[in-house]
């Protein structure tokens, strides 16, 4: 088994220059889908990534999204564990940090996004389930 990511695109960019005495801060989050598509014989889920990154002279934002393939079967725990197992969090990371950098940079932002995450991915499922039922009912 393994995880991979595929069609990464981006959604929304957006970032501005302010003044204030603000220290870089940064967000990472993924939503990964609970259902599955099939393109050809392959079955995926879609994924999407937020990166917002704050400093001092600064913000800026970036939605972005890709599908995951080699998910099939997996149980929501399973899916996030081997997102980190096979780099896809950070494959799709680096991806919004590319596109984000360059736009903090024609603001006159000086936030430096890390080439890692800074922080720890924060993964959710989504839709998301309702309070007391399983993924299963």
């Known amino acids: 088994m393994s995880l991979y990511l595929s069609s990464p695109m981006v959604v929304r960019l957006r970032a501005t220059h302010i003044g204030g005495e603000a220290e870089d801060e940064f967000l990472w989050k993924i939503r990964i ?10 079955p995926g889920r879609t994924i999407s990534g937020f990166l917002r990154a704050d ?19 997996m149980a929501d725990e399973e899916i996030m564990a081997a997102m980190i197992e096979y ?5 799709l ?9 360059p736009l903090l940079a024609t603001t006159a932002c000086e ?6 995450s800074p922080v720890e991915t924060e993964m959710v ?12 009912e």
Do not use: C
């Open 33 to 42: 889908s609970r259902e599955t598509f099939t393109s050809g014989d392959r």
């Open 55 to 73: 400093g001092p002279t600064g913000w800026g934002d970036i939605d972005v999204g890709g599908v995951v393939y080699g998910s099939e079967g």
């Open 87 to 91: 780099w896809v969090d950070e494959t």
């Open 93 to 101: 990371y680096d991806f919004a940090r590319s596109h984000l950098q």
């Open 111 to 116: 936030v430096r996004i890390p080439l890692a």
């Open 125 to 136: 499922m989504f839709p998301e389930e309702p309070d007391g039922a399983s993924p299963d």
